[in-house]
């Protein structure tokens, strides 16, 4: 199997087929809410949606899937989006 | 075990602690989104959430559970109440 060197910080690469797992966690349902709130817009203005989005009152699990047959470059990209969503929306997370 | 006599239709009553989980199927993630946007308004609402929403683009699996040590009237009605954002929101799903 290919090494994935560039793997986004705090996701996890997974499984058959591919995946790119992270979970946030966050002090109050607010904030959690805000999170949800900006990763569908994120998700409908690039027009790319995770595979999994699983969550709670202060988690969000997020599962992308790659859109070839590996990992790659626009996968990473569209984790560091979703990461870029706590600093856009100065959101208070527990890494 | 207590029966449950009035779970609601479709509902699913689930083991310890105790949990009220249905699936939810849809054939367009927009209509995957105004449920779940109807849902977190439900929520904030009534002040109550699901311990849980699992959801992709074209489902919805929702976890509540119990407020008391067992499932009871509350539990369904919040279920039924989760249900009725169907209705309100005209949104066709597959049972």
Redesign the interface.
């Known amino acids: 199997m290919d090494r994935l060197p560039d793997l986004p910080e705090r996701w996890e690469g997974r499984g058959t087929p591919p995946t790119l797992f992270r979970r946030f966690e966050f002090s109050r349902?607010s904030e959690t809410?805000a999170f949800?709130d900006a990763l569908?817009a994120l998700a409908e203005h690039s027009a790319r949606?995770?595979?999994?989005?699983?969550?709670?009152?202060t988690y969000v699990n997020v599962t992308i899937e790659a859109l070839g047959t590996g990992l790659g470059t626009e996968d990473y990209e569209f984790a560091r989006a979703i990461d870029g969503l706590l600093t856009a929306g100065n959101l208070a997370h527990k890494d």
């Open positions: 349902y809410r949800l569908a949606h995770p595979q999994n989005i699983n969550f709670g009152a």
